[in-house]
């Protein structure tokens, strides 16, 4: 199963909490939650592509399709909840 | 002996940082994959070049293991060079 069949995913999925009329406190709204790629890989198969070495140390993994930045995505909207 | 380090150290030293992680990625790989030789190879070939760099770092600026990981200098200074956290 070469890169481009692999199915396409987001890292970041979201949700909505439910506000009930008789809560006191303000609706939380959108909560997110991380989906890395190897949720979506499975068994790691072999000869993927990866970086070069020094450049692995900052990326955090060996492994292009493993690498997965993290982007606060409650401060998406300048202020940070 | 505050004496500032030379950019070659950090230059060395985030060397010697990116084949260890390197290293320690291959190693799980290969718990899970060991049949894999393209993996095995470049897993000996990175220890190989590790050897190289930790040899060059310990005959520049002092040991990085003790209790006869690494060779000590004839004044024993292994305590006396900065430590890591320091550096």
């Known amino acids: 199963m ?73 401060r998406k909207r300048g202020e940070l909840r | 002996m505050n004496t500032p380090l030379p950019p070659e150290y950090y230059e060395l030293l985030e060397e010697l940082q990116a084949v260890d992680f390197a290293l320690v990625e291959l190693t799980l790989y290969l718990d899970t994959h060991p049949k894999d030789m393209d993996s095995i190879r470049q897993f000996n070939g990175l220890a190989k070049k590790r050897k190289k760099l930790a040899k060059e770092y310990e005959a520049r600026y002092g040991p990085l293991l003790q209790f006869g990981r690494s060779y000590s200098d004839e004044d024993w200074s292994w305590g006396k060079a900065p430590w890591p956290w320091q550096v």
Not at chain 1, 40 to 64: D, H, N, S, V
């Open chain 1, 2 to 74: 070469s890169q481009k069949e692999r199915c396409h995913f987001t890292p970041m999925k979201t949700y909505d909490v439910y506000h009930g009329p008789f809560d006191p406190c303000p609706p939380i709204g959108h909560k997110y939650y991380s989906t890395p790629p190897h949720l979506y890989m499975g068994f790691q198969p072999r000869c993927l592509e990866q970086f070069p070495i020094r450049e692995a140390l900052f990326r955090g993994t060996l492994w292009k399709e493993l690498y997965d930045p993290y982007e606060n995505p409650y």
